[in-house]
């Protein structure tokens, strides 16, 4: 059975609204207004090069990976500085990677010798680029490096994507995993794409109580639904994604509703993971419809699939779909026809997100401290002695931060740090 979009009216006039949030329908009545749609964006790219390298290049290249075995070894491409690496499991020989840009590079595929043709070169892009450059220039400086690594022949393989909405004022339903309904062989027709065919993997997880959900393949179409507030702070990347949230990646943003709070509540993501097969599947229905007007479509790269971010949303979010009876849950309504991907992408600034000191690198600081209490209760420090030495270290900042962060004082941290190093002394005469 097709789902229904409820009826949208403006929640304070109660007229009629294509974008209003009072969502109506013959099952509920249910206002929508207190949630925030952040940040619609492509949060991965994933480049295939096909072509066969450079022979002189690779050379060069496989002897700095030589020497990157035992030392720090970095190269430079297309005004990159990158630091080799080994490719580990990535199915490639070597991983060129600099993450304060946002790039990473996987050359030379286990599957074909560096003389024949294959998909040599992956370039992998993350929010750091993708957030702070058009996606002209990120396709640009992709195929600057192929040129510099492939021969003068080198084709797209394809391009892998990840969509990412981040709401705020929002919680998944109870039940969500049970809730969800995928579909497969769906056909689909909006803004040039007429058809796909593909099966969903039959795959679904839910782990963290309820704070992340996971449906479908990785080599297919995959849905991710996760409270990225909290993901955020593991992984490090606080500081950047509020500034996102906030608007500070874009010239022509405008606050959904009332713009990101910190204290308004968790944000959580939806994030569908369309594979590389997935998104040749459409590139290569496009050359077999009949349609003449649409036959040159193509989603071989980044800059192709660009152009279809919002009918790949509407695709995705088809294929897992919350039913609310005859009608779409409406919050799947919302997320579904409100999202804008190109909002965040085609108008950018560059803007170098600095970290508040001691925030979002705490795992670093009680490392840090952890060692410095060691080596002074190896030596006999007292703890005065060692405080002094801390506050004059260029770390005492971030340690303060951290401090902030767990509402501790500084006089709790003293009687701490020398209760800490005096029982590390007597434990290590002891032994």
């Known amino acids: ?98 993450n304060e840009v946002g790039i990473i590079c996987f050359v030379k595929t286990h599957f074909a010798e560096s003389c024949r043709t294959g998909t040599h070169l992956k370039i992998e892009c993350s929010p750091k680029l993708l957030l702070t450059s058009t996606p002209e ?11 510099e690594l492939l021969q003068e022949d080198f084709i797209y393989g394809g391009v892998a994507l990840h969509l990412a909405l981040d709401v705020q004022g929002y919680e998944p339903v109870k039940n969500f995993s049970d809730r969800i309904v995928c579909r497969s062989n769906r056909l689909f027709a909006r803004d040039g794409i007429d058809r796909a065919e593909m099966t969903l993997g039959e795959v679904s997880v839910q782990y963290g109580k309820g704070q992340s959900f996971t449906f479908g393949s990785v080599n297919a179409l ?11 702070i593991s992984s490090d990347k606080r500081d950047f994604m509020h500034a996102a949230w906030s608007g500070e990646m874009s010239r022509n943003w405008t606050p959904d509703q009332y713009g990101f709070d910190p204290d308004y509540g968790d944000v959580w993501r939806l994030e569908f993971r369309f594979s590389h097969q997935v998104l040749n599947q459409f590139d290569e229905g496009f050359q077999t419809l009949p349609n003449n007007s649409v036959k040159d479509i193509r989603m071989k790269s980044y800059a192709q699939a660009f152009e279809h971010l919002g009918a790949l949303w509407e695709y995705a979010m088809e294929q897992f779909q919350l039913p609310e009876g005859k009608f779409y849950n409406p919050h799947w309504s919302l997320f579904m026809l409100d999202a804008d991907f190109n909002r965040h992408h085609q108008d950018v600034i560059y803007k170098r997100v600095r970290k508040e000191p001691g925030i979002d690198n705490a795992r670093n600081v009680a490392l ?34 951290y401090l902030r962060e767990r509402k501790i004082s500084l006089e709790e941290f003293n009687e701490s740090w020398r209760d800490r190093l005096l029982e590390r002394r007597m434990l290590k005469h002891a032994a």
């Not at 970095?74 to 990677?97: C, E, M, N, T, W």
């Not at 995959?222 to 955020?232: L, V």
């Not at 840090?368 to 506050?391: E, K, P, T, V």
Request: aromatic share 12%; charged share 30%.
């Open 137 to 147: 220039e990120v396709q640009s400086y992709m195929d600057g490096i192929a040129a």
């Open 368 to 401: 840090a401290l952890g060692n410095i209490l060691s080596i002074h209760a190896r030596h006999g420090y007292s703890a005065g002695r060692s405080i002094d030495y801390l506050r004059k270290t260029g770390i005492w900042d971030d340690v303060l931060g």
């Open 222 to 232: 995959q849905f991710a639904h996760y409270n990225k507030s909290k993901e955020i």
């Open 1 to 98: 059975m097709k789902l229904k979009h409820a009826d949208r009216y403006d929640t304070w006039l109660y007229e009629e609204n294509e974008k209003g949030r009072l969502f109506c329908s013959t099952d509920f009545q249910q206002d929508l207004s207190k949630v925030k749609l952040l940040l619609s964006s492509v949060d991965t790219v994933r480049q295939l090069y096909r072509g066969t390298l450079d022979q002189d290049r690779f050379e060069e290249l496989d002897q700095e990976y030589e020497e990157a075995r035992n030392e720090t070894r970095i190269v430079h491409l297309h005004g990159f500085d990158f630091v080799v690496r080994p490719g580990g499991a990535s199915g490639y020989k070597i991983r060129l990677q600099n």
